[in-house]
Nanobody
Framework: QVLLVESGGGLVQAGDSLTLSCRAS????????AGWFRQPPGKERDFVAA????????YYVHGTRGRFAISRDNAKNEVYLQMNNLKPEDTATYYC???????????????????WGQGIQVTVSS
């Protein structure tokens, strides 16, 4: 059983930057693709970004490309989401997730992910 714990969230102002971290334990982190999802208040959870096991292929939802950057450090069992130029519409609970099968990673389907973190709040004030 893999345990994921997110950190780095908080309250920021529009235009600020924030980096979310997600640490995995209890499993072979490098054997999983990783992704970030977010759930705005009162809305469904949506795909944000994903990265393949080797860290070479990355996918982003339209609207965050150029502002957000996903990366991973397999030696530290961590995946990151660097968020720049944050906007109020980025306010959401952010979740990291791991997927054993990365063949459909670019589709951003939460059903493809096997393990999920508990989520962390990011609030962007205008």
């Amino acid at each position: 059983q893999v345990l994921l714990v997110e950190s780095g969230g908080g309250l920021v102002q529009a235009g600020d930057s924030l980096t979310l971290s997600c640490r995995a334990s209890g499993g072979a982190f490098a054997a999983y693709a990783a992704g970030w999802f977010r759930q705005p208040p009162g809305k469904e959870r949506d795909f944000v970004a994903a990265i393949k096991k080797n860290g070479m292929n990355k996918y982003y939802v339209h609207g965050t490309r150029g502002r957000f950057a996903i990366s991973r450090d397999n030696a530290k069992n961590e995946v990151y989401l660097q968020m720049n130029n944050l906007k109020p519409e980025d306010t959401a609970t952010y979740y990291c997730a791991l997927a054993a099968d990365e063949s459909k990673l670019g589709f951003g389907l939460d059903s493809d992910y096997d393990y999920w973190g508990q989520g962390i709040q990011v609030t962007v004030s205008s």
